[in-house]
């Protein structure tokens, strides 16, 4: 019984940690705060090591391979959760609409968005692009007060990796941006 389901188990459970870890140490690399990696990655190299041990002691038994792969999946998903969850970091946001801009660059400035406005003429004429700087965490109310406007604008949405100061919505209403 405890070889052919419990052993299984806790290797999955040890998978989907790990892999989980493996993703939140990856994302905090990307986004240059390296404080936590080597603890994370040492505890999750632990939690691997473990998890390959009891594969390679039950070689005859399937299911710890099942349990073993299975984590690798789920923890995979699970990971992605909770990246998503975390938010951390910054994203440019660049709005390209044929509708006059003024009204949507109020709209986000009224919402302590740092916003910076430029005319362009793109391949249809001219056009209004909006370039802003958002936390992940605010991106969908960003959004919101864009589809708002206008809901057919184009707007693409990229990941940076620092930014050195702006006006951001965390920040008091009265808010200027930081000094360089």
Same mark, same amino acid.
């Given at each position: 019984?405890? %070889? ?15 892999? !989980?870890?493996?993703?939140? @140490? ?6 240059? @705060? ?15 090591? /473990?998890? /390959?041990? &009891?594969?390679?002691?039950?070689? !005859? ?9 299975? *984590?690798? #999946?789920?923890? #995979?998903?699970? *990971? ?28 986000? &400035? ?8 430029? %005319?362009?003429? *793109? ?11 958002? +936390? @992940?965490?605010?991106?969908? @109310? ?13 707007? #693409?949405?990229? %990941?940076?990796? #620092?930014? +050195? !100061?702006?006006? /951001?919505?965390?920040?008091? !209403?009265?808010? +200027?941006?930081?000094?360089?």
């Amino acid at each position: 019984m405890f %070889d052919w389901t419990i052993m299984p188990l806790l290797i999955f459970a040890a998978r989907v940690i790990d892999v !989980s870890m493996n993703t939140v @140490r990856i994302i905090l690399i990307a986004k240059g @705060r390296r404080a936590l990696v080597p603890i994370i990655g040492f505890v999750e190299i632990l939690i691997w090591l /473990f998890a /390959f041990r &009891q594969v390679i002691l039950n070689l !005859s038994n399937v299911m710890c391979y099942i349990g073993f792969a299975g *984590g690798f #999946s789920v923890g #995979s998903y699970v *990971g992605m959760i909770i990246e998503e969850k975390m938010a951390i970091g910054y994203e440019v946001l660049r709005v390209i609409t044929k509708k006059e801009g003024l009204t949507l660059v109020e709209a986000l &400035q009224k919402e302590n968005f740092g916003v910076t406005p430029l %005319d362009a003429r *793109g391949s249809t004429g001219k056009v209004n692009v909006i370039f802003t700087i958002v +936390q @992940r965490k605010d991106i969908a @109310r960003a959004l919101e007060i864009i589809k708002e406007f206008n809901p057919k604008a184009f707007y #693409s949405i990229e %990941d940076i990796r #620092s930014v +050195q !100061s702006g006006v /951001f919505p965390s920040m008091l !209403s009265t808010a +200027q941006p930081a000094a360089k």
